[in-house]
Structures are given as structure tokens and as C-alpha cells.
């Protein structure tokens, strides 16, 4: 089959053959049909681990079950279905506390154990899938809890952004910090994530919602899906903009970059008893500094992991809303790619000028 593998990081993506094995035990062979082009991946092409090289990236994925090998009931071929890097053990203390998210079972992260034949090979060796999925790539072999099934009727490009980008941001809104109808929040970054945010606050019942980003087209994309008001964050009084046209500051802030100054920025933007929720990767090694006396007026910041999903409870949901035509989700889609363009695109991605690619097979 055809896939791109990253070979070097930093480094680009080379499309080739790749072997892929048959399905054994918990195991699902997909039909790729859509993959989205997520930040995650190219913090890997950029900065990624040595030692997991060669790599399939592609985690936003959706497409067609093709078979399914022993122990595999909850899905079978034919179904459609759309993959996700939070995979789950059901066993774990995490999992049997409700919060799967956060499962790091060494049973079910990782492909097949040390010694087994591996999922994919290339060259006379083994190659990796990044987060356990490995989409970029015309066919994925993955374990079973990283897949849920959803209706046939959804169109397969709209339901690969369920995989990461919208499941993060909503979930980040309904799970992560429960905002409530009626209150004020602040979204920082207007990228695929954070209009997901914008979305999820505004079907959550925000009264207000102020959207920031440096490029004016995400704005007006922000303004399109919800959001109330506006701030460029090309300015240095973003902060004191906020507090300004809230009268008095947010009760949840959103931080969908992963830099530390935008994480600042959304907790000094807090009312008092205010939350500020980190989306956004920060780089390993950057501290967010804040001023400790703002602690006293019960403001408080958090970490949002996966959009503290349950996701196969919350994407058919998000299914069923944008049936409704309640949940926007073709507004996303600044284009379809092929694999052929994964450079060019991520290009674009780095620039921050799109808000979600998606790759599609030609099958």
C-alpha cells in the first residue's frame, strides 16, 4: 500500500510502499478514506522522537473496516468508523474511573509487543504509527479501542475532523470545564481546535463569546461559528481589550496555541472564580508564570488532555449535531489534499493560514 513515512526529524514526507499485516487479536484493518492534517503531526515532522523513526504519521482519521481479527466484536467490515489517538484499556484505574483519556495501558498503546510480527514494514523493517493509528497511509491497522463506529450517512471528510481537532475543542467546552449557560468566555487561537471551542461554547449557551488570533480571516471564521466579539492578538493590550469589553473579565478562557505567552494571557484575563483551560501543546521545558495573588480570588488554570473525552459516547453525538445542521463542521475544510501533497499542505499548516486540510484516498 501506499503511505508517507517520516525518515529524519525535522525532515519531510516520503511517499513509498509499505507492508501491512492482517489483523490478529483486537485488531482492525481500516480503509483510509480521510485523514485531517493535525498540529500534532507536525510537531513530529518538526521536532519529533529519533527513536521512533520511521513513522506513519495521520491520527484524524476516518474511514471503511476492511476486516477484523480475533476478539473484535464491536465492529465488523463494512462499518464506518473514525479512529482516535486516546485510546482505551477499560481496565485501568483511569478507565474504571471514567476518565479513559488518560490511559497509558502498555496493552493497547503502542502496536504489537517487541518480537511479534509488526503492523507495517518497509525496507526489510519495522515501521512505527504515530499515536498508535498511523493514517497517512491508504490502509491503518490499529487496536480496537482506537476506533468508533458511527452512521453511514455521515460524510467520511466531516467525520475525520471528529478523530482529534473538534472532539478536543468541544470536549474541552462540555468535558474539560463544563461551561454553563450564560457565562462569558475567551477563546485564544482560531485554528481548528479553537473554533471548536467557539462552537462548543456557543452550544453551550455562552452570553459571550470573545475570539483572538492574529489573522483576521480566522476572526471572521470565529465570527461566523459563534463567536460575539473579536480581539487581534497582534496588539499588546489583548488582555486589557478583554477585561474591558466583558466589563470585567472572562469566567472560562481557552488557550488553543500551546504558547506560553497566550496561556498568560488567558489566565490574566480571568474574573474572579474564573477557569483557564490549556488546550494547546507547550513545548517541553517552557514555564507559564503567573502572578500568585490572582490565585487568592479562587481564579484557577488547567490542563485539558484529549478534550477529556469519552469518545465513543461523544462522537456520535457530534455526529447526530451536525446532521442537525447544528454542529459546523464544513467551514473547516479549507481543502482536500492528496498524498502527493502532504509537504506543500503542512507548509500551509506551519504558516498558520488554513484551518484544516484533509487528505483523501482515492479508492
Known amino acids: ?179 454553563k449557560l450564560g457565562d462569558v468566555v475567551a477563546v485564544f487561537g482560531c485554528g481548528g481546535v479553537g473554533l471548536s471551542v467557539v462552537q462548543g461554547a456557543f452550544l453551550a449557551g455562552a452570553r459571550q463569546i470573545v475570539a483572538v488570533d492574529l489573522l483576521e480571516s480566522k476572526l471572521a471564521m470565529a465570527r461566523q461559528l459563534g463567536a460575539s466579539d473579536l480581539v487581534n492578538s497582534g496588539t499588546d493590550t489583548v488582555v486589557e481589550q478583554i477585561i474591558e469589553m466583558t466589563k470585567g473579565g472572562v469566567d472560562h478562557a481557552f488557550e488553543a496555541i500551546g504558547l506560553t505567552r497566550t496561556a498568560e494571557q488567558a489566565f490574566a484575563s480571568l474574573r474572579p472564580n474564573g477557569t483557564a483551560t490549556v488546550i494547546g501543546m507547550i513545548p517541553p521545558g517552557r514555564v507559564v508564570r503567573l502572578l500568585g495573588a490572582s490565585l487568592l480570588a479562587s481564579r484557577r488554570i488547567q490542563g485539558s488532555s484529549m478534550g477529556s473525552n469519552r469518545f465513543r459516547v461523544d462522537v456520535p453525538r457530534y455526529v447526530d449535531l451536525y446532521l442537525q445542521g447544528r454542529l459546523k463542521l464544513d467551514e473547516l475544510v479549507s481543502s482536500h489534499i492528496t498524498l502527493d501533497q502532504l509537504n506543500e499542505a503542512f507548509e500551509s499548516v506551519r504558516a498558520g493560514e488554513v484551518v484544516r486540510y484533509v487528505l483523501l484516498f482515492d479508492q
Open 1 to 179: 500500500m501506499r503511505a508517507a513515512i517520516l525518515q529524519s526529524s525535522p525532515g519531510t514526507l516520503r511517499v513509498v510502499d509499505v507492508e501491512i499485516a492482517v489483523p490478529e487479536r483486537d485488531e482492525v484493518l481500516i480503509r483510509t478514506m480521510a485523514v485531517g492534517l493535525c498540529h500534532s503531526d507536525l510537531h513530529i515532522i518538526d521536532r519529533g522522537n529519533s527513536s521512533n523513526l520511521p513513522v506513519v504519521l495521520g491520527h484524524e482519521a476516518a474511514g471503511i473496516v476492511e476486516a477484523v481479527g480475533p476478539g473484535v466484536a464491536y465492529v465488523k467490515p463494512g462499518d464506518h468508523v473514525v479512529t482516535c489517538p486516546s485510546v482505551f484499556c477499560g481496565l485501568c484505574e483511569w478507565c474504571v474511573h471514567g476518565r479513559p483519556y488518560l490511559c497509558e495501558s502498555p496493552a493497547v498503546r503502542g502496536g504489537r509487543p517487541q518480537g511479534e510480527e509488526p503492523r507495517l514494514r518497509f525496507d526489510g523493517g519495522s515501521v512505527h504509527q504515530f499515536s498508535g493509528i498511523g493514517a497517512f497511509a491508504e490502509r491503518a491497522l490499529v487496536h480496537q479501542n482506537h476506533v468508533v463506529k458511527i452512521r453511514d450517512d455521515m460524510p467520511l471528510d466531516r467525520a475525520s475532523l471528529l478523530g482529534c481537532a473538534v472532539t478536543v475543542g468541544l470536549g474541552a467546552v462540555f468535558n474539560t470545564a463544563r461551561v
